[in-house]
């Protein structure tokens, strides 16, 4: 049973294409009501047919994926971005829990982000991750930035700037911020490893990961310790000394 309504958006026809049939073999539960090519089109078809899902590619003609995004206010439709973008924008889509496709598309990829789209519309609290992302794209400073962190009962949206550190937890990762609070996260440290290290943040041993904004003092040793603002002391890796203290001088 179709039961999600969606639009491809994409100026490659065999792009479309290919992500047409896919959706049509490997995604029984969309019903696609049309195509785009432009932002211009897909402005017009998003108004007209009221897609719940709307595939989107980033680099168009006439404008970006951004570009189209930002003529609403409230994004009231889902989006998968369907993208060859280097691996700052991958870093962006993480950050903001946004959907997205790498192309060429992988089959199970798309299955799984379709999944998650149906999964989201059945939700009444339902958070808007292309907002959230387009804030990231825009965000002059890395700090203003908002990451978020999924939780067993739902999510929860904070500002970089909230955030001393990170330290694992078997394959978790718990989060500790500036008023004190704490959270266990069902994400590893590798992988806010790779989201947030573009940002202010850096992985100083196996186990933790500082926001540098937050160092207050080095102390000298084998590899040495950070203190962060709220006197919490880290051990630092000694392989990781030397891009720690080019990081802090701003070399």
């Known amino acids: 049973?179709?039961?999600i309504s969606a639009i491809i958006v994409d100026d490659e026809r065999d792009s479309r294409e290919?992500?047409?049939?896919?959706?049509?073999?490997?995604?029984?539960?969309?019903?696609?009501?049309?195509?785009?090519a432009n932002i211009i089109e897909a402005r017009a078809a998003i108004l007209k047919l009221k897609p719940?899902?709307?595939?989107?590619?980033?680099?168009?003609?006439?404008?970006?994926?951004?570009d189209l995004l930002e003529q609403w206010g409230e994004i009231d439709f889902e989006i998968i971005f369907v993208t060859a973008f280097s691996q700052y924008a991958i870093q962006a889509f993480n950050l903001s829990a946004a959907h997205y496709l790498l192309k060429p598309v992988d089959i199970e990829d798309l299955e799984s982000a379709v999944a998650t789209v149906e999964k989201s519309l059945t939700q009444k609290d339902k958070l808007n991750?292309?907002?959230?992302?387009?804030?990231?794209?825009?965000?002059?400073?890395s700090q203003?930035?908002?990451?978020?962190?999924?939780?067993?009962?739902g999510f929860e949206v904070v500002k970089m700037?909230?955030?001393?550190?990170?330290?694992?937890?078997d394959n978790f990762t718990r989060f500790y911020f500036k008023d004190g609070r704490k959270t266990l996260i069902c994400r590893n440290l590798k992988f806010y490893e790779t989201a947030l290290d573009a940002f202010g943040f850096f992985r100083v041993h196996r186990s933790h990961i500082i926001n540098l904004e937050y160092v207050k003092r080095y102390n000298k040793g084998?590899?040495?310790?950070?203190?962060?603002?709220d006197g919490k002391e880290i051990m630092v890796s000694n392989n990781k000394k030397g891009e720690l203290l080019r990081r802090i001088k701003g070399e």
């Open 129 to 141: 991750y292309a907002n959230i992302l387009l804030e990231n794209i825009t965000a002059i400073h």
């Open 18 to 36: 290919t992500l047409r049939n896919y959706v049509t073999k490997y995604c029984p539960q969309v019903e696609l009501l049309g195509e785009s």
């Open 52 to 66: 719940q899902l709307v595939f989107l590619d980033i680099e168009m003609p006439h404008g970006n994926a951004f």
């Open 144 to 153: 203003n930035r908002k990451l978020v962190l999924p939780l067993m009962e």
């Open 222 to 229: 084998k590899g040495g310790t950070v203190v962060l603002d």
């Open 1 to 3: 049973m179709k039961s």
């Open 161 to 169: 700037s909230e955030i001393l550190y990170c330290k694992a937890e």
